[in-house]
């Protein structure tokens, strides 16, 4: 079988070794991939967001099954082009994909069908979302309508902030269109969640718990990020508490969807936070999650690619998925000065030994030599019996790997581990 993962980071690594466990596959491309998944996998120099591109590929390279990772070109509608040549493909249709495309409209979606999540009002207009601000509660959330590389969420802790969020969005267009709507939310406080989850429209299956560290630096402070590293599963988590989010949150989600005639396939990912009124719903992923999918994979028992093409053809309810009761963590290596300015292009040293643990986010091939090009640099993930091993070993496997400019928090699970005492 020939399989092609549409995406370059971290997230499309740990697919693709993953998916190299399956003897069935013969070849795995990634467009465009990177220095770092050249290791397992054909990398071509086609851009995550060229449609016309992948789907010329995939036809003339008889791809049997896509997987496509990334928001950007499920929110263009890569699925819908590859779907069309008769390319099956693990991901949402692009009309299920506004899900997470849309802001505005994923809140919508919940007020509609009762799911539970924080109170919100949209804007349009500059001068009404500044009058809004003047008497609304605060601390406040600003988020803007559509894709911002993750980083299109700003927590306001006063007015001014709050104002200064807004304007930088709908007047100084710092993500482009995607501010051109923003959403004024409620500050909801407890312990977040990131739920991945398996479906084919029908059947939902929650991957394993993880928590992640979106904030820069040690103690939770600095800016947001795409995230500094995660753990599996969440200790806050509880076996209570995923009852009540199939009930109340999962199956409706699903449900809704269904009902607005834009059946979800593929991993629809539920970021939550478990509030003293219950679990409520902060976001909405159209897809794995960066870097939780380097947590939660290394723990998937179950061959990836059958429990893919279940969520393709719809048979989900009857495909074993099995995971691991041992834990993970993963610690995000990233360049000095990430999320803002860094400097790229130093030499990478990642001993052979533990480049399986390894996924490679932002790297380049130069001359054969792996190169640092990129925020996020690579993820370093260790699977033991116990939370405390699996925290141990992850920066044991961070202290072998070197490049100049390196970066990372020496706190990841710290909060985890309090939770289990």
Same mark, same amino acid.
């Given at each position: ?28 491309f ?28 995939a ?10 990772a990334?928001?950007d ?7 819908d ?7 099956p ?16 409209? &994923?809140?919508?979606?919940?007020k /509609?069908?009762?799911?539970p ?12 979302a500044?009058t809004?601000?003047d008497?609304?509660?605060i601390? %406040?959330? +600003? ?8 980083k ?27 501010g ?13 969640v990131?739920? !991945? &989850?398996?479906?084919d429209?029908?059947? #939902? ?8 560290? /979106? ?9 947001n990020?795409?995230?500094m590293?995660t ?6 988590? %509880?076996k ?11 199956l409706?989600t699903?449900?809704?969807?269904n ?18 009124k ?11 999650g ?6 939660v ?7 990836? !690619?059958?429990?893919m ?8 309810a ?5 995971f ?10 990233? &360049? ?7 400097? &790229?292009?130093?030499?990478m ?8 643990s #390894? ?8 001359d ?14 260790a699977?033991e019996?116990t939370?405390?091993?699996? +925290? ?8 072998q ?10 706190? +990841? ?6 939770? %289990?005492?």
């Amino acid at each position: 079988m020939k399989i092609m993962v549409v995406g370059g980071g971290g997230r499309e690594h740990a697919i693709i070794k993953k998916l190299k466990e399956n003897k069935e596959i013969t070849e795995i491309f990634a467009l465009p991939g990177n220095g770092g998944i050249a290791a397992d996998a054909t990398c071509v120099a086609i851009g995550a967001k060229d449609i016309e591109g992948i789907t010329a590929f995939a036809k003339e390279n008889d791809i049997d099954y896509a997987v496509v990772a990334p928001d950007d070109p499920l929110v263009l509608g890569c699925v819908d082009a590859l779907t069309e040549i008769g390319v099956p493909c693990f991901g949402p249709a692009k009309n299920a994909a506004i899900i997470e495309g849309s802001k505005v409209f &994923s809140k919508n979606l919940m007020k /509609k069908y009762g799911i539970p999540t924080a109170e919100y009002e949209v804007f349009t207009d500059l001068e009404a979302a500044l009058t809004y601000l003047d008497t609304a509660p605060i601390p %406040t959330v +600003i988020k803007a309508d559509g894709l911002a590389l993750g980083k299109g969420v700003i927590i306001a802790m006063t007015r001014d902030e709050a104002k200064d969020a807004v304007r930088s969005m709908m007047e100084d267009k710092i993500f482009g269109d995607s501010g051109s709507q923003v959403v004024v939310e409620e500050f909801l406080t407890g312990p977040e969640v990131s739920v !991945l &989850s398996f479906t084919d429209g029908k059947t #939902v299956v929650p991957m394993i718990s993880s928590m992640d560290h /979106k904030r820069a630096k040690d103690n939770d402070e600095g800016l947001n990020t795409g995230g500094m590293g995660t753990v599996a599963p969440n200790p806050y988590y %509880t076996k209570d508490i995923a009852d009540i989010c199939m009930e109340t949150i999962f199956l409706p989600t699903i449900e809704a969807m269904n009902k607005e005639g834009r059946t979800f396939k593929g991993c629809l990912y539920f970021g939550l936070m478990l509030t003293e009124k219950g679990p409520k719903v902060i976001e909405y992923n159209c897809r794995f999650g960066d870097p939780e999918t380097q947590v939660v994979l290394p723990l998937l028992e179950s061959d990836l !690619l059958t429990v893919m093409k279940a969520t393709t053809d719809g048979t989900l309810a009857e495909t074993e998925v099995k995971f691991a009761d041992k834990n993970a963590c993963c610690v995000i290596m990233a &360049s000095d000065g990430y999320p803002q300015k860094y400097d &790229s292009g130093f030499e990478m040293n990642i001993p052979a030994e533990i480049a399986d643990s #390894v996924y490679v986010a932002g790297a380049k091939l130069e001359d054969g030599v792996l190169k640092t090009a990129g925020g996020r640099v690579l993820g370093a993930t260790a699977v033991e019996a116990t939370l405390a091993e699996a +925290i141990d070993s992850a920066y044991a496997l961070v202290k072998q790997i070197s490049f100049a400019n390196a970066y990372y928090r020496n706190d +990841i699970g710290k909060k985890a581990m309090e939770a %289990t005492k």
